[in-house]
């Protein structure tokens, strides 16, 4: 029934082609989608297997089939792929809210392991990812692929999907996982494109020092440039919240401008060439630890709220699309002359991937495990095995950078580039769904109580080396008087720990002594008649 009904839409949308109320047709077909997403995601809510992300996957193929049966084989999908529609629209909620709900004491607690996992993490699995594809892919005759194919391949792969990690981790039973995990997937991502735009923009075969020495520069200028402006973006909303305090008035204008502030900066960075990622999820950080706070109280649950809708709505509906698309059948025509070969490709990636991600965990977490203190810091191999397992899914980052490498106009013309777009597919479907599926049970199974001492970050003595950025500083004097005991770390450890110590010391003073007087912030705003009131939001911290 469901078969005719959609069969007698697809119908009534080719003869009303000419009118335009063809797309009408196909959006209300994909925003029921949309709500049936919805509905079976929350019914599938105690499963141990499946998620949002792999439940939008399940109804995008069988909708793609039935679309495919019911047009006899000509089309797969409701809408057309753009990576505008991905990268200006989809991408920003998720990135930002992301950034605005992550708990930064988590964060900042473990920011160098972060910045060695997503920066230098991401470059090795690149070259480790570019050079399999090199040596394999050539034996292999796929079709004319030149050297900036196979770099941005490792490119391509080498961006774990963020949106699908958030639908597998959560930051409340696992800290310090979801910390990590999602702390890497944003600075890996900002890594992927960046690099990948640095690949289309250089002479790659006539590569120097000077050109070498130029890519990295590049890449410090759009890392710093991006996070800069990322916060200036937010300094700007707070103070101007916190000195007009539309909340007098209208709460909608100090929701309106929060969300408009907060897209201008992706925007700004987009405008600029510089790493849009990275500037919204920094905006979104500075935006909870002051505008947040320079708001009402209605304005604060409007917000909160609103921003994690539309992030859930564009996850949903990136999901959704890549189902459909992966059953497009003009990518699929072009290699059917050979699907064992187009297997063997998609095989060796999914291979690459795996050694290319271990490559870098497993010894990074060594030398991350070197600067920590205390044992609740420490990442163990139980947990290093679940960071590398998280962190192997791909999805639409990866489809929409092979989209730009691989097609013209959405279309694969050259037999190479149509076996790259379907191994890619074929990746990201694997990827999402099994790894996806076996994620939860397996941290289950190697880290089973979620109170379990290692599953947080928080220190369990004072101890602790560590002291958090964005705390109350409460236990600041227990810290000092303690701190005789505590003996005194070596070598690497008293390199690496001491210095972020007295960073996190100083930032924490620099901020109450200048910033939160100037932009607002948790117990900088005065009391006047509607004014927000400060409440215990721990969750916020």
Known sequence: MAIGILSTLLAKSETILGSGHSSVVSMNLFVALLCGCIVIGHLLEESRWMNESITALAIGLCTGIVILLTTGGKSSHLLVFSEDLFFNYLLPPIIFNAGFQVKKKQFFRNFMTIMLFGAVGTLISFAIISLGAIHFFKKMSIGNLKIGDYLAIGAIFS?????????????????????????????????????????????????????????????????????????????LSAY????????????????????????????????????AILTVFFCGIVMSHYTWHNVTESSRVTTKHAFAT?????????????????????????????????????AILLGLILVGRAAFVFPLSSISNLTKKAPSDKIDFKQQVTIWWAGLMRGAVSMALAYNQ???????????????????????????VVFGLMTKPLIRILLPSPKNRML????????????????????????????NLITRPTSLRMFLSTPSNTVHYYWRKFDN?????????????????GSPIEQNDEQWQ
């Not at 007098?248 to 502030?261: C, F, G, K, N, P």
């Not at 907060?262 to 925007?267: D, E």
């Not at 564009?314 to 290699?335: H, N, P, Q, S, T």
């Not at 959405?410 to 074929?426: C, D, E, K, P, V």
């Open 159 to 235: 961006a774990t999907d963020s949106v699908c990690t958030l639908q597998v981790l959560n930051q409340d039973d696992t800290p310090l996982l979801y910390s990590l995990v999602f702390g890497e997937g944003v600075v890996n991502d900002a890594t992927a494109v960046v690099l990948f735009k640095a690949i289309q923009s250089f002479d790659l075969p006539h590569i120097n020092t000077t050109i070498a020495l130029q890519f990295v520069g590049n890449f410090l200028y759009l890392f710093i440039s991006s996070t800069l402006l990322g916060v200036l973006a937010g300094l």
């Open 240 to 275: 101007i919240i916190k000195k007009l305090y539309f909340g007098r008035h209208s709460t909608d204008r100090e929701v309106a401008l929060m969300i408009l502030m907060a897209y201008l900066s992706y925007m700004l960075a987009e405008f600029f060439y510089l790493s």
């Open 310 to 346: 539309l992030s859930f709505v564009a996850e949903i509906f990136i999901f959704l699309y890549v189902g459909m698309d992966a059953l497009d059948i003009e990518k699929w025509r072009v290699v059917s002359d050979s699907p064992g070969k187009s297997v063997g490709v998609s």
């Open 406 to 432: 691989f097609t013209s106009l959405g279309h694969t013309q050259l037999r190479g580039n149509a076996m790259m777009i379907t191994s890619t597919i074929t990746v990201v479907l694997f990827s999402t």
């Open 456 to 483: 947080s970050s928080e220190p369990s003595t004072p101890k602790s080396l560590t002291v958090p950025l964005l705390t109350n500083g409460h236990d600041l004097e227990a810290y000092e008087s303690d701190r």
């Open 513 to 529: 002594a200048f910033m939160r007087p100037v932009f607002g912030g948790r117990g900088f705003v005065p009391f006047v008649p």
